[in-house]
């Protein structure tokens, strides 16, 4: 684990619900940014950094794209990964020759693994390969609008997925949508979209307003209690996750009061601007896990560098504020009692703490490059990460399960 660097992308339906995440690996001995090559000692080194971290702790019941050398799609190295779990990605540098091709298609039919072609671009020589594809992957930032079209036209006969990727902005989402596309990976969701001439939704400036109080650096016990207590749903969901096992308190909780002075209050109001932050219905799911994750690896990045301060989770948590409200993040900022120093981390990445975000951003984005240009150690932010994911697993089974179905249960 000491030798790579990992990140994963989401890739979303067309109901922008997560159906896979790619994975992206880097060679990160002496805080290079490299790309992995087809060196076979390498390629290894992902495997076992996989088997070892766990697949399921990465990505959950979600697929994973897992980008393979010339000798693993060969046969030459053996792939040790469950097959219900992973999708073989081709690069487009990889040699197109019958060798291949044979070897693809041994994976693809007898060992039942799905494949997926990446960067494609249509050619006649590559119909076989076409034919094996479960995936076929364009890269529409390369790409005109046009070509990005006649791709579509050339690949729809074959039956195959069409996942578009780079998708950076919401009028390149909109159109592959248009044009058929399966799926999409690209961060698109995690910019605002701005619609000129319409007012902000009710809903989302009470949420602004609840955020506000939070924020408050005068917010007292009684308040915080009053805020909770006269939410049904947010009572329900603090005592349910105050009670869980993970926190070992030794004594069921039953009222906000005492939950707030068990766990104390700036945990209990981190918990409450989370639950918050997760009441935009219209919004992808995976903006508030992206969220979650950013918000503690900036806090675990912070304790491990020793410049930790009690704003470093918040500016992680608060950073898609503008995605998840559609508003630009300086008028969002001026309405919350933030300190000048999180108001410039937020809207222009100045200071310790923009440095910190920029440098997690990055890294989350498998921009490695960028990720170590600020000095933090790149072992620092890969244990980051891995714990900030299991973190968000739990929170997001606990803190967010929806109040009826665990009722249920």
Known sequence: MENISLARQPIYDRGLSVFAYELLFRNSEDNRADFINGDDATSQVILSALIEVGLDELVGDKMAFINVTRKFLLGELPFPLDKKKVTLEVLEDIIYDNELIEGVRALRQDEGYPIALDDFIFEDAKIDLINLADYIKIDVMELSPQQVEEQVRLLKPYGVKLIAEKVETQASYDHCKALGFDYFQGYFFCKPKII?????????????????????????????????????????????????????????????QQAIALVGVKTVKAWVTIISLTRFDDKPYELMVTSLVRAKMCELVAQASETSSDSDFIVGLFSLLDALIDKPMTEIVAKLPLSEKVNLALTERQGPLGALLTSVEAFQKGDWEAAASFGIQSTILQHAFFESIHWANEVTQQLLANPGSAAAN
Request: net charge neutral; aromatic share 4%; glycine share 4%.
């Open 196 to 256: 000129t001439g319409q007012r902000t939704p009710s809903s989302r400036m009470a949420v602004l307003h609840l955020l506000s109080e939070l924020q408050d650096p005068n917010l007292t016990l009684q308040k915080l209690d009053e805020i909770i207590t006269h939410d049904v749903s947010l009572s329900y969901r603090i005592l349910r996750y105050t009670n869980s096992a993970q926190f070992g308190l030794g004594q069921k909780i039953d009222s906000i």
